[in-house]
């Protein structure tokens, strides 16, 4: 078997007008698909694809699952400004060998990563 790429990350919410409001509005992404009457909504971010979606009770929120970490360009700035609009910390800011991060969680409770890689000459080996 080989993988060629992540295709998407999706995440499943149970109130797909306030998980919009929050990804699209909180966290500003912009909507690149949306299928299933809405039911599921996708996210181009670079190479990649984040989805939301709502497909029945099969398939439910969870701080205990997968989390999506989205790169952002200046940590602290983008720390403080959820802070500002009362995002919820599921993780103060932290810092590997490699990377500076915190985890918030979106108004289902999934976690949602915050995260800027260290410049090549300040990183650790990362195991």
Same mark, same amino acid.
């Not at 078997?1 to 998980?19: S, Y």
């Given at each position: ?19 919009r409001a ?8 912009k909507v ?16 990649? &694809? ?27 700035? &983008? ?5 500002d609009r009362?995002?919820?910390? &599921? &993780? ?19 976690? *949602?990563? *915050? ?13």
């Open positions: 078997m080989k993988i060629n790429g992540l295709a998407f990350v999706a995440i499943p919410v149970t109130d797909m007008q306030r998980a929050f990804y699209e509005n909180v966290l500003r992404l690149s698909g949306e299928m299933m009457d809405g039911k599921w909504v996708e996210y181009s971010l670079g190479n990649n &694809t984040l989805a939301i979606a709502n497909v029945g009770p099969e398939w439910v929120p969870s701080d205990q699952g997968t989390g999506a970490a989205l790169e952002v360009e200046d940590l602290e700035e &983008t720390i403080n400004y959820v802070k009362k995002v919820p910390f &599921t &993780t103060k800011p932290f810092e590997s060998p490699c990377c500076h991060m915190a985890i918030i969680g979106d108004p289902d409770g999934n976690n *949602i990563v *915050i995260h800027k890689l260290k410049p090549e000459n300040e990183k650790e080996p990362c195991l």
